[in-house]
């Protein structure tokens, strides 16, 4: 089969695809065809070897793809060969042909989305739902900054937060940007590419703020979203490229709370109500991944350069 190897950490010319032997399950093991990987962020930073997680050399890089059971491992009864799966982690990696996943790491795709749609599940649906739900508590009436919500994360949030009766204003650094996050459900949307952006809040929240921020990236929003808060509003930072400098006070004056949030830092328990709520959102209709673009999979290292600049509209996903 093919797939994607890193033998070295660094820019992303180090994504070479390869062939590999085809993969065998062990017991509570299933073998995915993959149709779809997904590329996120996270995956950027894994390469290059300075994010907090390194894998051993070589790895096939990813987490996020959908596709179709293809054999199961003695002891497998929650799939069957044939099913639609999209994966929420892989022991082989996710820029393959194939993955080989542990029967827990695999979940139903809703009939109504793609695999492509499905690749687009597992970290941005569900880092938003932990974010919004597990970190911030957010409850139906409040009003919600999504500061960056043009990418997957942001784009499930808007989706997610709409669907829970929250107010949704979503930033975005380019007009069709914008339009697509008011597509996606937001009541307003604010243009991040203007300095001055936050202060528009004012006349969105009659001048009392907003009660949580979900922030893509706190190293550059931080210090300014802290002003934009609600009395005891609540701030999760969900990325960050680098350290930042903020007031206290302005936490202090307000009673306010910053977050970080990490999926693998997840409960059992906290996972298994994130499923059941994501599964619930799909079969509704509620929950539409969108896929911004569509690469082959030999061109990893073009995805992992477009998913680090900005402008952001929908998933980038690698079809093998």
Do not use: W
């Not at 990813?62 to 293809?70: C, M, P």
């Not at 350290?243 to 997840?266: N, Q, W």
């Not at 896929?291 to 995805?303: N, S, T």
Request: with cysteine; aromatic share 4%.
């Amino acid at each position: 089969m093919k797939a994607i190897r890193v033998r070295e950490f660094g820019p992303p010319e180090v994504l070479k695809i390869e062939d590999l032997p085809d993969i065998v399950p062990g017991p509570g093991q299933v073998v995915v065809r993959v149709k779809a990987a997904g590329v996120n962020p996270v995956d950027a930073y894994v390469r290059t070897g300075t994010y907090a997680r390194k894998p051993a050399l070589p790895y096939t890089p990813g987490s996020d793809a959908a596709g179709v059971i293809e054999a199961v491992g003695a002891g497998v009864a929650k799939v069957a060969p044939g099913d639609r799966v999209y994966i929420s982690e892989t022991t082989t990696g996710a820029y393959a042909e194939k993955a080989l996943c542990e029967e827990n790491q695999v979940h139903r795709l809703a009939a109504g989305l793609t695999f492509a749609q499905g690749a687009a599940v597992n970290i941005p649906y569900a880092t938003a739902y932990r974010a919004l739900f597990q970190m911030a508590n957010a409850a139906p009436g409040e009003t919600v900054l999504i500061h960056g919500a043009t990418g997957g994360v942001g784009i499930a949030a808007v989706q997610l937060a709409r669907a829970a009766g929250l107010v949704v204003i979503g930033s975005g650094g380019t007009e069709k940007g914008r339009e697509l996050v008011m597509e996606q459900g937001a009541h307003y949307t604010l243009d991040h590419g203007n300095p001055d952006h936050l202060e528009g809040l004012g006349s969105l929240t009659n001048d009392r703020g907003v009660d949580i921020i979900i922030e893509m990236l706190a190293n550059v929003n931080l210090d300014k979203d802290l002003k934009a808060l609600a009395m005891r509003g609540r701030l999760v930072v969900v990325g960050s490229r680098g350290r930042v400098e903020i007031d206290p006070r302005d936490l202090m004056s307000r009673e306010a709370t910053i977050s970080g949030t990490l999926l693998y830092k997840m409960t059992e328990r906290e996972e298994a109500g994130l499923r059941a709520a994501l599964a619930a959102g799909m079969d509704n209709g509620t929950l539409k991944p969108v896929v911004g673009r569509e690469l082959p999979l030999a061109a990893a290292a073009a995805a992992h350069r477009r998913i680090m600049e900005s402008g952001a509209c929908g998933k980038i996903v690698l079809v093998p």
